[in-house]
């Protein structure tokens, strides 16, 4: 089996204002400095990422990533930002498709796959979310949803980029709900949409992309979620703002 580098990654969502953030980020870094076994991925809102570029620039185990791009490099697309601004400011990696994008903007599996594909252009690595709502999983449903996502919103990105693509898998249901799935559950979605990959690429391809799990991680379950087997780290909402839990999390992925 292909080593795969766990990847935990905060998205701070719409909070903390630059100076906030610096403050943050500074707490971060004095909890989370010794560990470098995890790739570690800090994701403010735009307007701190220039703040905690400058604050991470030399911490080889952190990197920056936004939470949004827009699928064109430039032109008249007011409020937008394009992935080369992202990495003009250092980012590594972005967020697409979260579930509050497509649930408040939207946004479809073509125009996330597009973003996705606007970022690995551009070098940055998308962590592309899926995941399926309450009302899909009770109707026992979440193949289909998950399959779709799959075959529409990353199937088809270039054989040559798609190792740089981060898969969430975000069962909507256990978006800051205090609900998360079980390990159980987590690691039978994480396989079946290893399995979409080896079919879309191949069994070697699939073996090397790394699958977070998204929903509810905490300290207390962090570490239960991420050894599993198809699980190769978290992407972590409320708990990513505060420097301690967070750190706590990036512990628990340790190998
Ligand atoms: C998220 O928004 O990506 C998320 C997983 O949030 P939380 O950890 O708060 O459930």
Same mark, same amino acid.
């Given at each position: ?45 735009f ?19 936004a939470q949004n791009l827009h ?9 937008e930002i ?12 972005v967020i697409v498709?979260h579930?509050?994008r497509?649930?408040?903007y939207?946004e479809?599996?073509?125009? =996330?796959? &597009?973003k996705?594909?606007?970022? @690995?252009?551009?070098?940055?690595? %998308?962590?592309?979310? /899926? *995941? ?24 088809? =990105?270039? &054989?040559?980029?798609?190792?740089? @693509?981060?898969?969430?898998?975000? %069962?909507?249901?256990? /978006? *800051? ?79």
């Open positions: 089996m292909a080593y795969r580098k766990k990847i935990v990654a905060g998205n701070w969502k719409m909070n903390k204002s630059a100076t906030e953030a610096r403050v943050l980020v500074a707490d971060i870094l004095m909890e989370i400095k010794k560990f470098d076994a995890s790739d570690i991925v800090i994701c403010p809102p307007t701190s990422l220039a703040a905690i570029s400058e604050l991470i620039n030399e911490v080889p185990n952190i990197r920056l990533g699928q064109q490099s430039n032109g008249a697309f007011t409020g394009s992935a080369g601004m992202l990495r003009d400011l250092y980012c590594r990696y498709g579930s509050e497509r649930q408040y939207k479809t599996d073509e125009l =996330i796959k &597009e996705a594909k606007a970022a @690995l252009d551009a070098n940055l690595k %998308p962590i592309v979310c /899926i *995941g399926e709502t309450l009302a899909e999983r009770e109707a026992n449903d979440w193949k289909k949803v998950i399959t779709r996502q799959v075959d529409n919103g990353i199937a088809g =990105i270039d &054989e040559k980029q798609i190792e740089d @693509l981060i898969i969430a898998y975000e %069962p909507v249901w256990a /978006i *800051g709900t205090g609900k998360n799935a079980t390990p159980e559950q987590a690691q039978e979605v994480h396989h079946f949409i290893r399995g979409l990959i080896a079919k879309h690429y191949s069994s070697a391809i699939a073996s090397k992309i790394r699958i977070q799990y998204g929903g509810s991680v905490k300290p207390d379950n962090a570490k239960q979620l991420l050894h599993q087997p198809d699980i190769d780290g978290a992407l972590v909402g409320g708990a990513s703002l505060d420097a301690r839990a967070f750190a706590a999390i990036v512990l628990a992925s340790r190998h």
